[in-house]
């Protein structure tokens, strides 16, 4: 059997999508202090990469990026998720494919 193999370059479609930050009201946010291996779910699980562990240990998240999936609140919304909706209208992410 053939082996099937197609490389896809997320970075390169993510990078044409148009986001709206609302800097003024997070529409993520995470406890203070969130359990390490809660978080590093999120860094496994977030399809735009945006919970960050540096080599030192610290947690980053910035909710700019957001694709608004909900795979962060799924995974953690009862642990360290303290906050998920969605942005307010006209904010967020807006899709483009080109
Ligand atoms: S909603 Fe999706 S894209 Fe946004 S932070 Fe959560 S997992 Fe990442």
Redesign the pocket.
């Known amino acids: 059997m053939s082996e099937i193999k197609i490389t896809v370059n997320v970075d390169g479609y993510l990078a044409v999508n148009k986001y709206s930050v609302d800097e003024e009201n997070a529409h993520?946010e995470l406890v203070d202090d969130p359990d390490t291996a809660e978080f590093l779910k999120?860094v496994r699980?977030?399809?735009?990469g945006?919970?960050k562990v540096d080599e030192d240990g610290t947690k980053h998240f910035d909710?700019s990026g957001?694709?608004?999936?909900?795979?962060?609140?799924i995974a953690c919304g009862d642990t360290i998720i303290a906050k998920w909706r969605y942005p307010e209208p006209t904010m967020g992410v807006q899709y483009r494919y080109g």
């Open positions: 993520i999120l699980v977030c399809p735009a945006l919970y909710y957001c694709l608004e999936c909900g795979t962060c609140r």
